[in-house]
């Protein structure tokens, strides 16, 4: 069964400071998509990022990259220059690509942005 | 493109009441996915509905169910209201079916927000 980790209830940073939020997967399946998704406070899941399990390059999307690291099984989101905007609840979720596997989340991160 | 749009958006309801909650998804999109989020117990998956067929489910009672329409629209339905229903529900759309590809990106809704008392 999948399952995501994120051992960080809270983070804080300095406005145009890098961060970077934690997270492990369990898997069995070789194949498999990472995704991050951003909520504020107006409850609305917002796509960041993917990455692929078989994707040789670490995925970049403008302010945001995904630290994957297989062997690990860990892909950790880097925020780069944080914006006061950045603050709200960040969520790694993981699916699985056969077996028509849902997408599972982790618990979430509150990253919160500091002036 | 209008994105992923749920009515309504907030509700109150009793225990013992029964609450309808409706998505319509991007236009093109298949797939509607249901998750239901609370503080306790984060985002748990609850269906998916592929071309007006349930796909996928999570572990929810049967008191959960759903449907989705021709035009791809999704109602979710709660029977029998409980305390511990009071939560935000997402749904979410994506052009093909969970599982069908790895790179398929869920686009969520605003969420429907209910509280029961």
């Known amino acids: 069964a999948q399952k995501i980790t994120q051992t960080q209830p809270g983070m804080f940073v300095q406005e145009k400071e890098a961060v970077t939020l934690d997270c492990t997967y369990d898997?069995?399946?070789?194949?498999?998509?990472l995704f991050w998704y951003k909520q504020p406070s107006s409850g609305e899941m917002i796509f960041l990022i993917y990455?692929?399990?078989?994707?040789?390059q670490n995925a970049t999307e403008g302010r945001y990259s995904l630290n994957f690291q297989k062997a690990r099984k860990s892909a950790n989101l880097v925020i780069s220059a944080s914006q006061l905007g950045d603050s709200a609840m960040y969520f790694c979720?993981?699916?699985?690509?056969?077996?028509?596997?849902?997408?599972?989340f982790g618990a979430g991160t509150r990253l919160t942005v500091k002036p | 493109k209008a994105g992923v749009t749920q009515t309504p958006r907030y509700l109150i309801k009793t225990r013992g009441q029964q609450v309808t909650l409706s998505c319509s998804p991007i236009?093109?999109?298949?797939?509607v996915s249901w998750y239901q989020q609370t503080p306790g117990q984060g985002l748990q998956f609850l269906f998916e509905?592929?071309?007006?067929?349930?796909?996928n489910k999570g572990n929810f009672p049967g008191r959960f169910s759903g449907r989705q329409f021709s035009n791809s629209r999704s109602e979710m339905n709660v029977s029998t209201l409980e305390l511990g229903d009071s939560a935000l529900y997402l749904c979410?759309?994506?052009?093909?079916?969970?599982?069908?590809?790895?790179?398929?990106?869920?686009?969520f809704g605003a969420g429907s927000r209910l509280t029961v008392l």
């Open positions: 979410a759309s994506s052009p093909l079916g969970q599982g069908r590809s790895g790179a398929n990106v869920l686009t």
């Open positions: 898997t069995s399946d070789q194949s498999y998509g």
């Open positions: 990455q692929g399990s078989y994707d040789e």
């Open positions: 979720a993981m699916r699985e690509d056969h077996n028509n596997n849902d997408m599972r």
């Open positions: 236009s093109g999109h298949r797939s």
């Open positions: 509905y592929f071309s007006e067929t349930q796909r």
